[in-house]
């Protein structure tokens, strides 16, 4: 499987942004990720678990090596993420003023 299929399919990057800091077990993926139903979470974990990017360990699901090396790559874009958040706050706000 390509990784930009992989990546591409709904709620996989969200399920290994969950798992950046720490393993965490499927309840705990399906409260971080509203509106994620089960039997999706479980399919995600499955392919991200055969692609060697995540394993089912005792505390949970957790990154391997190369699931971490993917956090490095993925920082940047969380990074611009943040900045776009921020401008688009600002121009909420500059048309809230506006319109008041």
């Known amino acids: 499987m390509a990784a930009m299929d992989l990546f ?28 994620l139903s089960s039997s999706v979470l479980y399919q995600r974990l499955r392919e991200l678990a ?5 394993a089912n360990s005792a505390d949970g699901y957790e990154l ?15 990074d611009w993420a943040t900045v776009w958040a921020q401008a688009q706050a600002q121009a909420r706000d500059g048309q809230d003023s506006l319109e008041a």
């Open 50 to 54: 055969s692609s060697g990017i995540i």
């Open 8 to 35: 591409g399919r709904r709620w996989a990057l969200r399920i290994l942004w969950e798992l950046r800091e720490r393993p965490l077990g499927a309840r705990a993926l399906l409260a971080r990720c509203e509106g």
């Open 64 to 78: 391997t090596r190369l699931g971490a090396a993917l956090g490095d790559a993925l920082r940047p874009l969380d």
